[in-house]
């Protein structure tokens, strides 16, 4: 399947690069600290609205995946961040439809 698919040319070659290039679409978010990614694995760590990483209690990732899952996403909550590992089949409509639950996310907690 992954050589008939050609899926290590799809996520090097087209899914990856998009789905890097809308991940670092964060970056400088109030609600983002940092974004961190590679290939088809992102992570973006959050912050609360007031920016004071003191406050962080390792809490914000479950809430935020909890977010996601009402907006019809899904991402992995860990600590004070979410990640997410779309399947390779993923297509850019696909990637699209995930970022805009991210943003909507987003939004639900206050940025």
């Given at each position: ?6 899926l ?26 940092e974004?961190r ?14 920016r004071d ?6 809490a914000?990732?479950?809430?935020a995946?909890?977010?996601a ?7 992995r ?8 590992s779309?399947?390779l089949i993923?297509?850019?409509a696909?990637?699209?439809?995930l ?5 909507r ?7």
């Amino acid at each position: 399947m992954i050589e008939r698919d050609k899926l290590i040319e799809h996520v090097r070659d087209d899914v990856g690069p998009y789905f890097q290039d809308k991940l670092r679409g964060y970056a400088g978010h109030p609600l983002v600290g940092e974004v961190r990614g590679y290939a088809m694995i992102g992570a973006i760590e959050l912050l609360p609205p007031d920016r004071d990483k003191s406050k962080l209690k390792g809490a914000l990732g479950a809430k935020a995946a909890a977010f996601a899952r009402q907006e019809g996403v899904i991402v992995r909550g860990i600590r004070d961040m979410i990640a997410m590992s779309p399947p390779l089949i993923i297509t850019r409509a696909q990637i699209d439809e995930l970022f805009a639950g991210v943003d909507r996310m987003l939004a639900k907690m206050g940025g």
